[in-house]
């Protein structure tokens, strides 16, 4: 139980371009979900929060306009990578909690932007 | 504000010996606590947790950990190590109080050698 999926898990975009990853929670309800950034040999980075049907909340420094959530069931939560640029590269990770002790977390995706 | 020092950016130990990996804590009130491990391009695995009870967590793998309030930690133990254990760890603490956002700490890698 408790399987969190990513998709795509690779994925490679030109600048300019946007790129939307999805996390989902396979066997249970996440009223909220995570997205994390991850870059090589560092630890993860806390990118915001979304709780189902609300707007998302954002860490500091991470601009809402570049990195879109949707949290649109209790299930699927999106992240889009708007015009996206090389600095954007790098490894997302989203999870899924569905209570105030756990958090699954999923596979990971690998952007890279050319 | 919570916050974890991983205070060895690598461990290395050879295999069938003992293996410890460091973590302490900053966190007002009561802290949940938890270990993951992290292969190459992957997602974080759930190893274990302290909520409350008995201070020695048992969790997967045969690691288990040591809540330690006085001196606000809880490291990772492994009896007998195996080379298959190299990766890279990561502790998180979060308040009691505090929601479910998880604060991570910088991470540890692991390397067994035969």
């Known amino acids: 139980g408790a399987v969190v999926s990513q998709h795509p898990s690779r994925v490679i975009c030109k600048s300019g371009t946007s790129v939307k990853i999805e996390c989902r929670s396979l066997?249970?309800?996440?009223?909220?979900m995570f997205w994390y950034r991850q870059f090589p040999k560092q630890s993860l980075m806390l990118m915001a929060t979304?709780?189902?049907?609300?707007?998302?909340?954002?860490e500091q420094g991470v601009e809402k306009d570049k990195f879109l959530i949707n949290h649109a069931s209790l299930t699927l939560s999106t992240l889009t990578v708007t015009s996206a640029h090389p600095e954007d590269s790098s490894f997302y990770i989203c999870?899924?909690?569905?209570?105030?002790?756990?958090?699954?977390f999923g596979p990971g995706t690998r952007l890279t932007v050319t | 504000a919570q916050s974890v020092a991983q205070p060895e950016d690598q461990v290395n130990v050879a295999e069938g010996n003992p293996l410890t990996v460091k973590c302490t804590y900053s966190?007002?009130?009561?802290?949940?606590l938890f270990w993951y491990v992290q292969y190459p391009n992957r997602g974080l695995q759930f190893l274990l947790k302290?909520?409350?009870?008995?201070?020695l967590v048992k969790g997967s793998y045969g690691f288990e950990a040591e809540f330690n309030k006085s001196q606000t930690s809880f490291h990772l133990k492994k009896p007998s190590a195996l080379v298959s254990d190299s990766a890279l760890y990561f502790c998180?603490?979060?308040?009691?109080?505090?929601?479910?956002?998880?604060?991570f700490g910088g991470g540890t890698r692991l390397m067994v050698k035969p």
């Open positions: 066997d249970f309800q996440a009223t909220t």
């Open positions: 302290y909520i409350t009870g008995d201070n």
């Open positions: 979304s709780n189902e049907g609300s707007k998302a909340t954002y």
């Open positions: 998180a603490v979060r308040a009691s109080n505090a929601g479910n956002m998880l604060t």
């Open positions: 966190v007002s009130g009561n802290p949940y």
């Open positions: 999870s899924a909690s569905p209570d105030k002790y756990e958090q699954y």
